[in-house]
Nanobody, 120 residues
Framework: QVQLAESGGGLVQAGTSLRLSCAVS????????MGWYRQPPGKERELVAS???????NYADSVKGRFTISTDNTKTTAYLQMNSLKPEDTADYYC??????????????WGQGTQVTVSS
C-alpha cells in the first residue's frame, strides 16, 4: 500500500492556473496508476485525470485541454496542472493510487483531499 498527501489547493480567480501535488510514500513497486478525483459541493466524486506508470493518461471531458496530469521520474510525486480555471472546477480534489503485485493484494489508496475554489 501507499500513502498519499495532497498540496497546492487554494482560492484563485477564474482564468488563472493552479498546480496540485501529491506526494507518495510506501511501497510503490507494484503501483499501477495514479489519478485525481474531485468532489464539487453537494455532488458525487468524479474522475478528473489518471495516469498509468507507463505514462498513459485519461481525462474527463470537462477538463481536456485545460488540465494536465504528470508524475516525476521516480513516480513518488504526481501533479495536476490546472489552467484556465472555471468556477465549476471548484471542488475538493483527491489524489488516488492503485496497484498490487497480485490480484489478492490489489489496493486503492486515497489522500485527505485539498480544496480548490475558483471565484468568478
Amino acid at each position: 500500500q501507499v500513502q498519499l498527501a495532497e498540496s497546492g489547493g487554494g482560492l484563485v480567480q477564474a482564468g488563472t492556473s493552479l498546480r496540485l501535488s501529491c506526494a507518495v510514500s510506501g511501497n510503490i513497486i507494484c503501483m499501477s496508476d495514479m489519478g485525481w478525483y474531485r468532489q464539487p459541493p453537494g455532488k458525487e466524486r468524479e474522475l478528473v485525470a489518471s495516469i498509468t506508470t507507463r505514462g498513459r493518461t485519461n481525462y474527463a471531458d470537462s477538463v481536456k485541454g485545460r488540465f494536465t496530469i504528470s508524475t516525476d521520474n521516480t513516480k513518488t510525486t504526481a501533479y495536476l496542472q490546472m489552467n484556465s480555471l472555471k468556477p465549476e472546477d471548484t471542488a475538493d480534489y483527491y489524489c488516488t493510487a492503485a496497484g498490487g503485485c497480485t490480484v489478492e493484494q490489489f489496493y486503492r489508496s486515497w489522500g485527505q483531499g485539498t480544496q480548490v475554489t475558483v471565484s468568478s
